[in-house]
């Protein structure tokens, strides 16, 4: 199959991870998580004791690190500066803080700059916020992916209590989900917004497998 890219955006919790790791499998793509970069920034400002508000001091750290993303069958690795922090960007201190540190312009320009470097050879799925608007505008297929606050929050929380790492109700996860929409949609650089090219996608009643079958058969008009 001739390569392509495809960008999913969309709010937290939507499954846009899943869904773009499941599809860049069955197409043979290399799936990114550019959330991922944006969290392993934000590990390396807690790691250096920095406040996400001490910006010139974190915008600087982020150009000195190195941030690795390493595909693998379940996805993808991460690790800054040689150390794996594929489960440490996971947390909820890492959670509560990522959306102020991606509301940085330089930081955003920095990591941008890379996710279009990777988007270059073609044949990648990358989820994000912003992937369809700024990072691939010219991307052969763009999905907004969504589904409902509570939808989303319960996915979460069964996701986490699965994995053994709930530690929120899921009010509080409702909670946090809405604050993150809320601050993605409405920073001064690059909010979260649909493309006016990309198909809207509502998962709130579909299964991972509906999603993922949908956007699969969306592929074969780009083949
Ligand atoms: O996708 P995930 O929830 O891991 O992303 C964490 C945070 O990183 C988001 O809430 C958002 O603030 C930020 N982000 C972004 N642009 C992207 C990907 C993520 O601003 N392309």
Redesign the pocket.
Known sequence: MDKFNIAIDGP?GAGKSTIARLVAGALGFVYVD???M??AVTWKVQQEGLSPDQESEVIALANRMRIELVPTAEGQQVYVDGVDVTKAIRTIAITDH??QI?SIGAIRELLVAMQKQMAVSKGIVMD????GTHVIPDAELKIFLTASVSERAERRFKEMQSSGTCTMTLEELAQDIAR?DQ??QNREISPLRRADDAILMDSTSMTINEVVDEILGLCKSKV
């Open positions: 937290a550019t959330g991922a944006y969290r990522v959306s991606a994000g916020r912003d992937i993150r601050l993605d």
